[in-house]
T-cell receptor, first 114, second 117 residues
Framework: AQSVTQLGSHVSVSEGALVLLRCNYS??????LFWYVQYPNQGLQLLLK??????LVKGINGFEAEFKKSETSFHLTKPSAHMSDAAEYFC????????????FGAGTRLFVKA | DAEITQSPRHKITETGRQVTLACHQT?????MFWYRQDLGHGLRLIHY???????NKGEVSDGYSVSRSNTEDLPLTLESAASSQTSVYFC????????????????FGPGTRLTVL
C-alpha cells in the first residue's frame, strides 16, 4: 500500500530563514508526488509536482522539492521564508500501488516569525 | 476562467437530517473527489468519480453517498447527519488524460464548513 508521512505537524522559522518541510512516502513503484499549500479558509492549491521528468522540481513562490528515491523522500524547501508563506502544507502521493488514488499527508503548519 | 465552486459555504443542521453539499466545476475534468478535513487527520477521501455514472468509495465513505449524472457536478449527500460528520468538506477535480486514474493536479473548491448539532 502507498502512504505518505509528513514529519512535524508544526514548523516555526524566522523571516529570511530556510524553510524545510519533510515528506517521506512508501510506494513500490515510481510515484507521482505533489506538494499543496492551504491558506486560512481556502482550499488547497498546487505548489509543485514530480512526475519523473527531473528529480529537482521548482514550484511557485520560490519553493522547490527534490525527489530522492533511495531515501523515499520529497522534502520541500525555500531558501528564505517570507511572512506570506505562513500556511499549511500537504504532501501527496499517487502511484500504481494505490490504484492511482492520491493519498495526502496529515499536513505541516508553517509559522513565520518576524 | 474555469473554476470549481461549492455551496453552501457554511451549513448548520441537526442530527438525523439529510444534507446535500453541492460541487460544480467548469474545468471539464473527468475526475471529481470529495474530502473531509479534520484537525490531525489531514484530508480523507470520502468518494470519488472518474466519469459520468462512475462512483467509488473512499476511506471514510460510511454515511455518505454521491451520484454523477453529468461532468460538471458531484453532489455529496449525508443520508442521516451525525455529530461525527461535523467537518470541513472539500471538493476537487482533476484530468484523467492518461486513463490511469488520478495522477495529475487536483483543483480544490473553497470548502463547506458543516456543523451537525
Amino acid at each position: 500500500a502507498q502512504s505518505v508521512t509528513q514529519l512535524g505537524s508544526h514548523v516555526s522559522v524566522s523571516e529570511g530563514a530556510l524553510v524545510l518541510l519533510r515528506c517521506n512516502y512508501s510506494s513500490s513503484v515510481p510515484p507521482y508526488l505533489f506538494w499543496y499549500v492551504q491558506y486560512p479558509n481556502q482550499g488547497l492549491q498546487l505548489l509543485l509536482k514530480y512526475t519523473s521528468a527531473a528529480t529537482l522540481v521548482k514550484g511557485i513562490n520560490g519553493f522547490e522539492a527534490e525527489f530522492k528515491k533511495s531515501e523515499t523522500s520529497f522534502h520541500l524547501t525555500k531558501p528564505s521564508a517570507h511572512m506570506s508563506d505562513a500556511a499549511e502544507y500537504f504532501c501527496a502521493v499517487s502511484s500504481n500501488t494505490g490504484g492511482f488514488k492520491t493519498i495526502f499527508g496529515a499536513g505541516t503548519r508553517l509559522f513565520v516569525k518576524a | 476562467d474555469a473554476e470549481i465552486t461549492q455551496s453552501p459555504r457554511h451549513k448548520i443542521t441537526e442530527t438525523g437530517r439529510q444534507v446535500t453539499l453541492a460541487c460544480h466545476q467548469t474545468w471539464n475534468h473527468n475526475n471529481m473527489f470529495w474530502y473531509r478535513q479534520d484537525l490531525g487527520h489531514g484530508l480523507r477521501l470520502i468518494h470519488y468519480s472518474y466519469g459520468v455514472q462512475d462512483t467509488n468509495k473512499g476511506e471514510v465513505s460510511d454515511g455518505y453517498s454521491v451520484s454523477r449524472s453529468n461532468t460538471e457536478d458531484l453532489p455529496l449527500t449525508l443520508e442521516s447527519a451525525a455529530s461525527s460528520q461535523t467537518s470541513v468538506y472539500f471538493c476537487a477535480s482533476s484530468v484523467n488524460g492518461d486513463g490511469k486514474g488520478d495522477t495529475d493536479t487536483q483543483y480544490f473548491g473553497p470548502g463547506t464548513r458543516l456543523t451537525v448539532l
